[in-house]
């Protein structure tokens, strides 16, 4: 579950269509605006949005519900007949992030994972709303990761980039046009041909016919022109190891990991450290979280990662990763997992600064 903030008409409605446009057979369940819960499927592309909206009224969500409530839609979507493999929720445009976070980390519901805070900036009304509303540096600081959307209709996109980039901490920023970012920015999408029999989202969508408007045919044929240019704007690393890494040196590398790396996913072998399980890792700038998981007979013992950002040094990072392998079990120690342990969220963890 991710959470996608930013203010009045930054363009977090058109980064959301985009993700569901190109969730790559992932479905997409998402809550949004005035609170609607809306099931993102086959259905829904054929018209029936409506049917499929709960709406609890005007308001801002940390303010309009409680957790209690939360969690009920949360489980409308979350139910694991309904097929959703990843949940977003858009917040109102006046919303309060923290306190949004906040609810969602206090949530009750076990087959919800957090999975970090987005923030979408509109690059060509920048300076106007930080004067109007100077709160909108602190949403910056607690973000995971920055998406200055709007960047060709901004006459200093550069100088924008680099203000938000002063007033994040740590969060990768992510330029872009159109709310168009690759969804494995934010997360793991399944491959379309996993769903058999059953059309997904991008088969709906291109079957569509071509709109007869001229200004809606410029537009379609415009994101049909770019959307096969997303892997221009970034890099991407996979390693692999059959050695186990050292728990202390893969946290000195991901401490100090560079701004341009947008996302991490991906299973570790810590070896002698936890032998009974392996950790997942899921990164969205800078929001860190490891998932423990027992070892299965099927599974091999490897390090699988994929890291992906834009303006990295690839092979460097692969060779900061290589350092941090170690197949000595006598140097493992009751203190070596303690770095990891900090980013395993407690099942009653409700602070987000614990």
Same mark, same amino acid.
């Given at each position: 579950m991710v959470v996608l903030a *930013?203010? &009045? *008409?930054?363009g977090k409605t058109t980064l959301l269509n985009h993700l569901l446009h190109r969730s790559g057979g992932s479905r997409i369940g998402a809550i949004v605006n005035d609170f609607g819960a809306i099931e993102i499927d086959a259905m829904a592309v054929a018209g029936a949005l409506g049917d499929s909206t709960v709406s609890l009224g005007n308001g801002c969500l940390c303010c309009a519900v409680d957790t209690s409530e939360l969690d009920v839609y949360l489980e409308r979507l979350a139910r694991p007949d309904t097929g959703i493999d990843v949940i977003v929720i858009e917040a109102s445009g006046l919303a309060e992030p923290e306190e949004l976070v906040r609810m969602l980390l206090a949530s009750d519901h076990p087959g919800v994972v957090y999975g970090g805070l987005i923030e979408v900036v509109d690059a060509a009304e920048f300076d106007a709303t930080r004067a109007m509303h100077p709160e909108i @540096? /602190?949403? #910056? +600081? #607690? +973000? @995971?990761l920055v998406v200055v959307n709007k960047l060709d209709r901004s006459g200093d996109g550069g100088r924008v980039l680099g203000q938000v980039g002063e007033l994040v901490d740590r969060a990768a920023v992510v330029p872009a046009t159109y709310g168009r970012i690759d969804p494995e920015f934010l997360f793991d999408c399944r491959p379309s041909e996993e769903r058999i029999g059953q059309l997904s989202f991008d088969d709906l969508h291109e079957s569509q016919p071509q709109p007869h408007d001229a200004h809606e045919s410029h537009d379609h044929d415009r994101r049909d022109h770019h959307s096969g240019h997303l892997h221009t704007a970034y890099d991407s690393l996979s390693f692999?190891?059959?050695v186990p890494l @050292?728990? /202390? /040196? &893969?946290? *000195?590398f991901l401490d100090s990991r560079p701004e341009g790396l947008y996302r991490i996913k991906g299973y570790v072998d810590f070896g002698a450290h936890d032998p009974r399980n392996r950790y997942a890792v899921h990164a969205v700038g800078r929001f860190l979280r490891f998932y423990p998981e027992p070892w299965t007979a099927a599974d091999a013992r490897l390090t699988q990662l994929v890291l992906i950002g834009s303006g990295i040094d690839a092979p460097a990072l692969g060779k900061e990763l290589e350092a941090c392998k170690s197949d000595a079990p006598h140097t493992a120690d009751e203190h070596g997992m303690w770095g990891v342990l900090r980013y395993v969220q407690d099942p009653g963890e409700g602070d987000p600064e614990a």
């Open positions: *930013g203010f &009045l *008409g930054s @540096d /602190r949403h #910056l +600081a #607690l +973000a @995971d692999t190891s059959e @050292d728990p /202390r /040196r &893969l946290m *000195g």
